[in-house]
C-alpha cells in the first residue's frame, strides 16, 4: 500500500526520537512491498521559531490531508517566556481540535524484562498486563463553562457530555474490544453524577450491538484501585476525559517507564495522531541518549490504526520484544548486566530485527 504520513518531529529531543521511528517505518515498508512517503513539518516550539505561532494553518492542512501523523514532543525552557496563547502546547491542542481526534488510546503492558521497573509486587504482575485505555478527549469538565465569583474565593467548572460524544467514543471501545480479548470496563461515577449516568445508559444502549463483548461498570475510585490490585483483569477500559486523565497516567506509572508508552488519537475515520506519551525532556536533548520505544511503539500503532496493517504493527511490536530480550537498554531503562545503548543504536537494533 502507498501511504502519506506527516512528522511532527517538535522540540527537544523530539527530532531524535522521530528519526528513529521513521527509520523502523521504512524498514517495515521495504520489508512488506508497501511505499510511505513522509512529509516533516514544524510543531510547538519549533514552529513559534520559524513562523511566530505554534501551529499553523498549512501544517494542519496537511495533518488533515494525510493518513495519519506521527509526533515526537512540544516544549521546553527556550519558550518559557512566550505568552501564554502562543505557547508550544497550544499548537498541540489546536491540533487534536483541528483534526477532530476525540479518542485517546493508551496501551499498558509490561514487558516482562522490564518487570523490575514496576512499582507492584511481583505477584501483582504475574498475570500478563495487557490494557488499552480509551479516554474521551475533547468533551468533560476541561471544555466546560468556567466561572469564578467577584472576589475570587468561588469557582465552578461544568462538566457536559452529550449522548453522541459517549456513543462515539464508546463504539471505538467496542470495536477495539472485539479485535482484542472482548472485554470492555466502562468507568464512571454514575453514584453520584448526572453525566455519568448519561454515560452508563449509552453504553449500555451500544452494548446491544455488541453481545459477544463482556461489558462490566466500575466507579472510577474502585477503577484506581483496582488498577493497582489486580491490573490483569481488564482489557479495554473506557473512560471520560477527567478520570481517562488521572487513570492513563496511572498505568503509565504501573509500566515503569515513561520512554516507552506510545499513544494514538483518533477520530471518527482512520486518520490519527500518534506519539510517545513523555514530554521534549530538555534535560537529555541533544546527547543522542533518549528512549525512542515510545514513539517507536507509536509507530506499531499507527500501521495497526490508521493504515490496517497488524502484522507490520506486530512486527514492529516483536523486534522492541526482541532487543529488549537481547538486554539492549537506553540508560532510562537500563540495569545492571544491560548493554547500554543510545537513541540511534536503539533505533537501528529495532529496524534491523524487522
Ligand atoms: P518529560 O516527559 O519531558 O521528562 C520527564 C523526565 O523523564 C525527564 O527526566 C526526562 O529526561 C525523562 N524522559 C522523558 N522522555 C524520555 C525518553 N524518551 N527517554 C529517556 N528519558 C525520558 O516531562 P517534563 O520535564 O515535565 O516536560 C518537559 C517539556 O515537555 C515541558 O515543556 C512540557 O510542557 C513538555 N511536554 C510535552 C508533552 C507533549 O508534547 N505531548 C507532554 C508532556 C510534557
Known amino acids: 500500500m502507498h501511504a502519506n504520513i506527516v512528522t511532527l518531529p517538535g522540540d527537544y529531543i523530539g527530532p531524535e526520537i522521530v528519526a528513529q521511528a521513521v527509520k523502523v517505518l521504512e524498514k517495515v515498508a521495504e520489508k512488506y512491498g508497501h511505499t510511505f512517503s513522509f512529509e516533516e513539518c514544524a510543531l510547538g516550539g519549533a514552529s513559534i521559531d ?38 508550544p502546547e497550544k499548537g498541540l491542542l489546536a491540533l487534536r481540535k483541528g483534526m477532530q481526534v476525540f479518542a485517546n488510546l493508551r ?41 469564578r465569583s467577584e472576589d475570587r474565593t468561588a469557582a465552578t467548572d461544568e462538566m457536559a457530555y452529550s449522548e453522541m460524544e459517549v456513543e462515539r467514543l464508546a463504539r471505538i471501545g467496542f470495536e477495539m474490544a472485539m479485535k482484542r480479548r472482548k472485554k470492555l470496563c466502562s468507568v464512571d461515577k ?13 453504553v449500555a444502549k451500544l452494548a446491544k450491538e455488541y453481545p459477544e463483548v463482556e461489558v462490566t461498570y466500575m466507579y472510577v475510585d474502585n477503577a484506581a484501585m483496582q488498577l493497582i490490585l489486580r491490573p490483569s483483569q481488564f482489557d479495554v477500559m473506557i473512560t471520560g476525559n477527567l478520570f481517562g486523565d488521572i487513570l492513563s497516567d496511572e498505568s503509565a506509572a504501573i509500566a515503569g517507564s515513561l520512554g516507552m508508552m506510545p499513544s494514538a488519537s483518533l477520530g471518527a475515520g482512520t486518520r490519527g495522531l500518534y506519539e510517545p506519551i513523555h514530554g521534549s525532556a530538555p534535560d537529555i536533548a541533544g546527547r543522542d541518549i533518549a528512549n525512542p520505544l515510545g514513539t517507536i511503539l507509536s509507530g506499531a500503532l499507527l ?8 502484522k507490520e504493527a506486530a512486527a514492529i511490536e516483536a523486534a522492541v520484544t526482541q532487543v529488549l530480550d537481547e538486554g539492549y537498554r537506553t540508560g532510562d531503562i537500563w540495569s545492571e548486566g544491560c548493554t547500554r545503548v543510545g537513541c540511534t543504536q536503539m533505533g537501528d537494533l529495532v529496524a534491523a530485527r524487522i
Open 50 to 87: 520559524a513562523c511566530g505561532v505554534p501551529l499553523t494553518d498549512e501544517t494542519l492542512a496537511k495533518c488533515n490531508a494525510a493518513d495519519a501523523v506521527l509526533m515526537g514532543s512540544v516544549g521546553g525552557p527556550k519558550w518559557d517566556g512566550v505568552e501564554a496563547s502562543r505557547r
Open 107 to 147: 496501551p499498558c503492558t509490561i514487558h516482562p524484562q522490564l518487570a523490575g521497573a514496576c512499582p507492584l509486587r511481583p505477584d501483582i504482575i504475574a498475570q500478563p498486563i495487557d490494557i488499552m485505555i480509551l479516554r474521551e478527549l475533547t468533551g468533560d469538565i476541561y471544555f466546560g463553562k468556567r466561572w
Open 190 to 202: 454514575a453514584n453520584v453524577l448526572e453525566c455519568s449516568r448519561l454515560w452508563r445508559e449509552t
Open 303 to 310: 500501521l495497526r490504526h490508521s493504515l490496517g496493517l497488524e
